[in-house]
Structure formats: C-alpha cells, structure tokens
C-alpha cells in the first residue's frame, strides 16, 4: 500500500541540486516512516546520483515540519514572502537545504536514532 511519494526535481546539470517534494499520508504520519524515507532518498541522491545540494521549501505556519527539520541538520537559507496562495491568501514559505558534505558528515548518527527507534516498537 503507498504511503506517499517523494520527487526531486533537478535545478540544472552543472549545479548539481534539486528541489525536493515529499508528500506522505495522514496515516504514515508521526511514525518515522517518512524520516527512513528522507534518509534513503537523500544517500541515494547524494552518494549515487552526485548531488551536490537538495532544497526543500515549506509552509511557515508549519511548525511541526519546522522543528523537525531545525533538530535534523536542515540549514534554513531564508524566508520566501508570499510565496504560494492557499486557502485564499498568500502565505510565506521557508527555504531550507542540505549538502552532500553535511548529510554525508552526519548520517550515521541519523541512522543510528532511526534504528534504535525502529527497534523499540520490536515487542
């Protein structure tokens, strides 16, 4: 059964970077299936396709996805003002990206939190 999909949209060939988009059912939600996801998508871009950068952009009202990536290493480039129009009225979005350099730096200790996670639900 999907649970969601993630799509990663180059910028262009020299730069190496792309926008990331994520969308996850309700139902996955809170339950660290999306962090598993991000982290294969991320080393797959990374490490095989030879990204160099991966830019994610969010609603700023948020917060719950905002938290989540302040605490996971994601580096908030800036504020986009009336970025999108949604629920009839323009509303600011968040910009925020990773490096190979850095996820690559820190993504043993994020797979290590997600395993030692994934093995507390083991009964």
């Given at each position: 059964?999907?649970?969601?999909?993630?799509?990663?949209?180059?910028?262009?060939?020299?730069?190496?970077?792309?926008?990331?988009?994520?969308?996850?059912?309700?139902?996955?939600?809170?339950?660290?299936?999306?962090t598993?996801?991000?982290?294969?998508?991320?080393?797959?871009?990374?490490?095989?396709?030879?990204?160099?950068?991966?830019?994610?952009?969010?609603?700023?009202?948020?917060?719950?996805?905002?938290?989540?990536?302040?605490?996971?290493g994601?580096?908030?480039?800036?504020?986009?003002?009336?970025?999108?129009?949604?629920?009839?009225?323009?509303?600011?979005?968040?910009?925020?990206?990773?490096?190979?350099?850095?996820?690559?730096?820190n993504k043993?200790?994020?797979?290590?939190?997600?395993?030692?996670?994934?093995?507390?639900?083991?009964?």
């Amino acid at each position: 059964v999907p649970i969601g999909m993630i799509q990663c949209i180059p910028d262009c060939k020299k730069n190496k970077a792309g926008h990331l988009g994520l969308l996850v059912d309700c139902e996955a939600q809170g339950k660290h299936i999306p962090t598993e996801a991000m982290i294969l998508t991320m080393d797959y871009l990374f490490n095989r396709q030879g990204y160099n950068k991966v830019v994610l952009e969010i609603l700023e009202s948020n917060e719950s996805l905002k938290n989540t990536l302040d605490k996971s290493g994601w580096y908030r480039e800036g504020k986009l003002l009336q970025e999108c129009f949604i629920d009839g009225r323009f509303q600011n979005e968040l910009r925020y990206c990773m490096t190979a350099k850095y996820f690559n730096k820190n993504k043993d200790q994020a797979m290590k939190e997600y395993i030692q996670w994934a093995d507390s639900l083991k009964v």
